[in-house]
């Protein structure tokens, strides 16, 4: 039986009232979730809190609640900023880390996003830490180094518990909103690599090594993404607002469990 994630990444997108509706639309009409899918819905913060009494009250135990962002340090003079450790009253069991919009407007780069895996695990949450390439790097062949660099300074000095805990997201930048989803064979490439990369550096066997494929997922092309071997489900930014669209995909991964 194969593992899913299918992740909505709502970014800075939804009203309190648009949140309200499509959050119950997930939990009223999603046939009831198996146990090897999770549905992480992420919401912007001020939202969580509503999504994840929507989420508590549906009593789906596989939905969850996400975040798409947080500080590195649990509190402190950083106006605007929201840490882990507020994350959790609310239920909220993941965080979106190292997002490539953050790293393009907020300058956020490998060590930066470094500490905040170390922050998201020492607060017992789960990261979903993206990486991925620019066009420019794909067209000059850098893609597999690229891959390598963001994994090995990102996870730095992290233990290799928490690295097994850690859900991989790669997202060729280029695919991200464009509507021009990787290939098939792109993706299988990249996941192969991330794959040999983390099981030769640290030992950690390759079916317990979860990658997730972001990039204009939609419902036309996700049974195919979801079907791939090393595939273990999707990061979804524009088509996770779209409610017939995502429980179209996610339907597809209950076909592909
Ligand atoms: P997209 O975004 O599905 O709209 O391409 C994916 C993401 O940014 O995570």
């Not at 905040?116 to 695990?121: G, P, Q, S, T, Y």
């Not at 859900?167 to 991330?194: D, K």
């Not at 983390?198 to 950690?204: E, L, P, S, V």
């Not at 524009?238 to 429980?247: C, E």
């Amino acid at each position: 039986m194969k593992t899913f994630f299918i992740a909505g990444n709502w970014k800075m997108n939804t009203t309190l009232s648009e949140a309200k509706e499509l959050a119950e639309f997930i939990v009223k009409t999603f046939p009831p979730i198996p146990e090897n899918i999770k549905v992480i819905l992420c919401p912007p913060f001020i939202n969580i809190p509503l999504v994840s009494r929507i989420v508590k009250q549906s009593f789906q135990p596989n939905i969850f609640v996400g975040a798409q962002n947080c500080h590195f340090e649990n509190k402190g003079a950083f106006t605007g900023e929201v840490s882990a450790p507020m994350l959790i009253p609310y239920d909220c069991r993941y965080v979106i880390i190292g997002h490539s919009e953050r790293r393009k407007y907020f300058n956020e780069d490998n060590s930066l996003i470094n500490k905040k895996l170390i922050a998201v695990h020492n607060n017992n949450l789960i990261p979903i830490f993206c990486i991925g390439e620019t066009l420019e790097e794909r067209q000059q062949n850098k893609t597999l180094e690229i891959l390598k660099s963001q994994i090995e300074e990102g996870l730095e000095k992290l233990s290799n518990e928490q690295i097994e805990k850690t859900l991989i997201a790669y997202e060729p930048v280029w695919a991200i909103g464009t509507g021009i989803s990787a290939t098939t064979e792109q993706i299988f490439e990249a996941h192969n690599f991330i794959k040999d990369l983390i099981n030769d550096n640290y030992k950690i066997d390759k079916e317990k090594i979860f990658i997730l494929y972001g990039g204009s997922v939609d419902d036309k092309n996700s049974y195919e993404i979801l079907k791939l071997e090393n595939v273990n489900g999707a990061l979804i930014g524009g088509a996770s607002l779209k409610k017939d669209v995502f429980k179209h995909i996610y339907q597809n991964a209950i076909e592909l469990s």
